[in-house]
């Protein structure tokens, strides 16, 4: 069915909506995703980010030859805002390094295969990162479009979002299909799924996004009418003679700029991709709650920096390096004195009586062989404090201002040495690193340093041991409640 052979119909006493929610639902038929992060070949990207699916589509497009309306249809998602993503919480299968035969090479391969010994083709080394999601189902939705542009767009999207057959590696089989709502979309197409959508202040991860434009720029990329042109100019060549070889050799010349050599092969596409990212903060799925009470202090989603260079330091040394970080954000803060949800204190010097920034020891603990070493630290901000106000004055310690992307944060520590730390942005952290560890309702909580408690118990230690423990029993347990 061609794009322009459906409209949209509305029952005469219908108010027709000014605006509706497009989804792209995508069902991952292995229960897998095949794709490599963009800063590392080796790691899955999770959750595949919205410019991969847009190359999915176009690639489709390009296979199928669609008509001009479906590219119109392409070209008009492509400039929409950034969508909002779901996705569930995945696991990784370990990547293990593997060596194919290149299909693209440019110069004649000195190896052979051994399944064709006359064939040369040398190998290179691939990964084959695997996302194995909890839900295996993908969401990608863009809320509040126009409702003109839908019903005139809507039906070639729809057109080739079926005609996608994969989402990054050729082994990751996937069914996408689009979905039109007119009111809001039911609650349980985002069952068990996290969303990912567009901070307004900090970001937890960027996500490649698609752009107006990006069709013709991957299709000028491929450059596959520039091949073709080649292909048959160079065959024209080989399969002539006189005066007509003179003739295609001219033509091969003027075509191509370079004269007519057996030797000459056509140009290598350039790797497909698009160029814009932008930062996602990710809210967990409401089934991660399981009925717990909700925590009412402290938004779950921790900024997380890991080390990338320094010194090694151990749960001990926990205050030094959170009052350093603390120290390091109120001079990075773009006011001074800092806000009081930063810095601790009312301008007066007197104690915040509301939730402030809390920095946060992540040590390696948990695990039979944790040592108690940091693996991180953490920053938790405070429920209710505005986004965009957070990312102002937190924004110049964690992000680069011009670029977004996340910056070094240096803490020293004189003889001790130095600790270098950045945003942790891997699809897959070590679990000490995973907000989900600290925050996530648990039925057994453990201490790896000494409890203070909020109060003296009564009971005397010394004469009743027994009573003392039920007494400071009660008191954490209290503790743990407030």
Not at 4 to 10: G, I, L, Y
Not at 393 to 410: W, Y
């Amino acid at each position: 069915m061609s794009a322009a052979d459906e409209t949209s119909c509305v029952g005469a006493g219908d108010a027709s909506p000014s605006t509706v929610t497009l989804d792209l639902r995508v069902e991952l038929l292995t229960g897998r995703c095949v794709a490599a992060a963009g800063d590392d070949r080796t790691a899955a990207e999770w959750p595949p980010h919205p410019g991969r699916l847009f190359m999915a589509l176009a690639a489709a497009c390009f296979e199928t030859d669609a008509d001009p309306a479906v590219r119109e249809a392409l070209d008009w998602l492509a400039g929409l805002a950034p969508p909002v993503v779901l996705a569930s919480a995945m696991s990784e299968r370990t990547a293990v390094q593997a060596y194919v035969p290149v299909n693209d090479a440019n110069r004649v391969q000195s190896g052979t295969l051994q399944s064709a010994p006359g064939l040369p083709r040398g190998r290179q080394d691939r990964y084959f990162p695997t996302a194995v999601p909890r839900v295996p189902r993908l969401g990608y939705r863009w809320a509040d479009v126009d409702a003109d542009d839908a019903a005139r767009h809507f039906a070639g999207v729809r057109e080739i979002a079926a005609e996608v057959i994969r989402l990054g590696h050729s082994s990751s089989l996937v069914r996408v299909e689009a979905v039109r709502h007119d009111e809001e979309p039911a609650a349980e197409d985002a069952a068990g799924l996290d969303t990912w959508a567009p901070a307004r202040g900090l970001a937890a991860r960027h996500l490649r996004v698609p752009s107006r434009g990006d069709l013709d720029r991957l299709e000028a990329a491929y450059g596959e009418a520039e091949v073709e042109r080649f292909v048959e100019l160079k065959h024209a060549v080989e399969e002539s003679s006189g005066r007509e070889k003179t003739a295609a050799k001219k033509a091969f010349e003027a075509s191509v700029g370079k004269p007519y050599r057996a030797s000459l092969t056509a140009r290598i596409p350039v790797p497909a991709r698009v160029g814009r990212s932008i930062g996602y903060a990710r809210q967990a799925a409401d089934g991660d709650l399981n009925g717990a009470v909700p925590n009412r202090l402290f938004s779950p989603h921790l900024h997380v920096l890991s080390p990338v260079g320094g010194a090694r330091f151990d749960i001990e040394e926990t205050l030094a390096l959170t009052r350093a970080l603390r120290f390091a954000a109120m001079k990075a803060a773009p006011t001074t004195p800092p806000p009081a949800w930063l810095s601790g204190h009312e301008p007066g010097g007197g104690v915040v009586k509301n939730p402030h920034l809390a920095f946060l020891p992540l040590p390696f603990v948990g695990d039979r062989h944790g040592d108690g070493h940091l693996l991180g630290l953490a920053i938790a901000v405070p429920l209710g404090l505005d986004l965009a106000e957070a990312g102002r004055h937190l924004g110049p310690l964690l992000a680069d201002p011009q670029t977004g992307e996340a910056r070094d944060v240096k803490l020293t520590f004189g003889r001790r040495g130095d600790w270098t730390l950045r945003l942790e942005g891997r699809p897959n952290p070590p679990a000490a690193l995973s907000p989900e560890t600290w925050t996530k309702p648990h039925h057994h909580w453990a201490s790896v340093t000494p409890v203070v408690l909020d109060r003296y118990p009564k009971t005397d230690r010394t004469a009743d041991r027994a009573g003392w423990t039920r007494e400071v029993s009660a008191i954490v347990a209290q503790s743990c409640t407030r």
